[in-house]
């Protein structure tokens, strides 16, 4: 809860993924994906309810074993590939009313904590804004991107500042990461998305912003884990 408000944390996880099949239930870390997500919404300090919302019994009883809520089976017709997330988000809105602000987690982003939720949470709390969404600094800048067309010829997406000759003298520009969506419920139906004219970014680290769509992916995330673990172990080694 924050000013008040209770705050419903919904976690996303149809079963028919494609790039990588069975991802939300893939393992990392030790455990499934999925659970990553749960853990970190039940380790929110405002977070008042976790529900994992999905089609699939499997990922359904998984859920709960590490500890969501899922008071409800996602439709079919709101599980296909081309399923927008608000619409998603809005059905868990209509299952579960009195809630006036959403948090939505995709289970692909396992390294966002609860200190990133919450610092999200309290960004639109404080900003009195629509939403408030996680971004991480773009890898590659738009102003160095081109348009090829058919005969191989290239342009331009974005034509750089004169000065600029250098990857060091170009604005930063930040993309959405996915790991963190905060909005007001009334924003949503309203306005039917997440991302709104007076949205405010909350800057995540981009080894905390890594977001699971490929088999790569895993496998980055996978060692990045393994790695984490072994640091962990050995600076609590006795000496």
Not at 177 to 183: F, L, P, R, T
């Amino acid at each position: 809860m924050i000013a008040g408000k209770q705050v419903l944390a919904l976690i996303p996880a149809r079963g028919g993924s494609k790039g990588v099949p069975r991802k939300n239930l893939r393992e990392a870390g030790g455990r499934p994906l999925i659970a990553w997500s749960i853990e970190a919404a039940r380790s929110s300090a405002l977070v008042d309810r976790v529900v994992v919302s999905s089609d699939d019994a499997e990922i359904l009883a998984v859920a709960r074993k590490w500890g969501a809520e899922t008071p409800f089976t996602r439709p079919a017709e709101l599980a296909r590939d081309d399923t927008p997330s608000i619409d998603v988000a809005l059905h868990a809105l209509d299952a579960l009313p009195g809630y006036e602000t959403l948090v939505l987690l995709q289970p692909t982003s396992p390294l966002r904590t609860a200190a990133h939720i919450d610092a999200c949470i309290r960004l639109r709390e404080e900003r009195g804004v629509s939403s408030a969404v996680s971004v991480s600094e773009a890898a590659h800048s738009p102003y160095w991107m081109y348009f090829v067309d058919a005969a191989g010829a290239m342009r331009r997406v974005l034509t750089p500042p004169a000065a600029a000759e250098r990857r060091q003298d170009l604005p930063p520009v930040y993309a959405l990461n996915g790991a963190v969506y905060v909005a007001s419920a009334a924003a949503l139906r309203a306005g039917r998305r997440f991302v709104f004219d007076d949205s405010a970014a909350y800057v995540m680290p981009a080894d905390a912003s890594l977001d699971i769509d490929t088999e790569l992916d895993l496998t980055i995330v996978q060692a990045l884990m393994e790695r984490m673990h072994r640091a962990s172990n050995a600076a609590t080694a006795p000496r």
